[in-house]
């Protein structure tokens, strides 16, 4: 099992930027991929990012494209989401993710280890 744990979250101004980091920890070599998704009250869960360890292909959601930036340590098992030029509609709640598959897409039923999550506020 894999054990996930996010950092960074906050409260920033409009057009800001915060730096989002989740730590893997146990079997962090069964699972191949890593996604960053979002939570708005009231709204479901929606796919931001990811990145699979090895090779470190990246995919992103269109309404975040050219501002957030997905990366990962594999020596220290980390993986990070840079966000910038944030606006008010990405306040959420961020949360980590991590999938046995290469390939899982955007659907979060495909992954299967979940962070507790980060809040981010964006104040306009």
């Known amino acids: 099992q894999v054990q996930l744990v996010e950092s960074g979250g906050g409260l920033v101004q409009a057009g800001g930027s915060l730096r989002l980091s989740c730590a893997a920890s146990g079997r962090t070599f069964s699972s191949h991929t890593m996604g960053w998704f979002r939570q708005a009250p009231g709204k479901e869960r929606e796919f931001v990012s990811s990145?699979?360890?090895?090779?470190?292909?990246?995919y992103y959601a269109d309404f975040v494209k050219g501002r957030f930036t997905i990366s990962r340590d594999s020596a220290k098992n980390t993986v990070y989401l840079q966000m910038n030029s944030l606006k008010p509609e990405d306040t959420a709640v961020y949360y980590c993710?991590?999938?046995?598959?290469?390939?899982?897409?955007?659907?979060?039923?495909?992954?299967?280890?979940w962070g507790q999550g980060t809040q981010v506020t964006v104040s306009s």
């Open positions: 990145i699979t360890w090895r090779g470190g292909s990246v």
């Open positions: 993710a991590a999938s046995i598959y290469i390939n899982p897409g955007t659907d979060p039923t495909r992954f299967r280890a």
